[in-house]
């Protein structure tokens, strides 16, 4: 789409312009990084495409190098956590991030939300 773009096509300008699209090459990209719970993806390099429009804006990425990592998300029961906000008196964020801290240790997590 962006090579018709580059060599002028009016046809392609005009369909653009009827949807209210603004669209660019974002030019030198070093990486994108996209996170799922589950795992991360690194896009080397991408080519990036930018569609700006009066609501919102389309990224059209492509890469040919891409490395996948598996993140290491800690689990806790939703018990353990209800646990800590109910006993610091938190929110649920910090009740998880101090579950985090503490590697899954409650009385630590409870402790250091309290001191």
């Known amino acids: ?4 773009m580059r060599g002028g096509n009016r ?11 603004e669209m660019k090459d974002m030019g030198n990209i070093e990486e994108v ?3 799922t719970e589950t795992k991360e993806l690194y896009l080397i390099k991408p080519q990036i495409i ?8 389309i990224f059209q990425v492509v890469a ?8 290491e998300i800690p689990f806790f029961k939703d018990e353990d956590v209800v646990l800590v906000m109910q006993q610091a008196n938190v929110t649920k964020e910090k009740a998880i991030q101090a579950l985090i801290d503490s590697k899954g240790d409650i009385a630590q997590a409870i402790l250091s939300l309290t001191i």
């Open 1 to 4: 789409m962006i090579e018709m």
């Open 50 to 57: 930018e569609m700006k429009g009066k609501d919102n804006t």
């Open 11 to 21: 046809e392609m300008r005009r369909m653009l312009d009827k949807m209210g699209l």
């Open 33 to 35: 990084i996209i996170k």
């Open 64 to 71: 040919s190098d891409i490395q996948e990592r598996q993140r």
